[in-house]
């Protein structure tokens, strides 16, 4: 049964990855059991669980939109509060 916090595919490609070298080297109990030990530490550990957060990817907008020089709320905008110089690029 995943945990909670663990419950996600790129922590579970990343235990994936630590287990992988050891494939066809250790039995298929044994590469379970360290699964479940990786998957203990890092729901556990307040030092690991740290590192976790600050190495996970961040969630990355892709609506398209994006900042233009001279675009709506930039310092080089002549009237912020004008409409007409929204611009999405």
Excluded: C, F
């Excluded at 287990?19 to 030990?37: C, F, H, K, N």
């Excluded at 600050?54 to 009237?79: F, K, N």
């Amino acid at each position: 049964m995943p945990h909670p916090p663990l419950d996600d595919p790129w922590i579970n490609a990343q235990i994936e990855a630590a287990v992988r070298p050891y494939e066809g080297r250790l039995s298929a109990q044994d590469l379970d059991w360290m699964r479940e030990q990786l998957t203990e530490l890092l729901s556990r550990d307040a030092t690991a669980a740290k590192l976790l957060r600050e190495a996970h990817p961040r969630h990355v907008d892709e609506s398209g939109e994006r900042i233009v020089p001279g675009g709506y709320g930039t310092s080089d905008s002549p009237d912020r509060a004008d409409s007409k110089n929204w611009k999405v690029g």
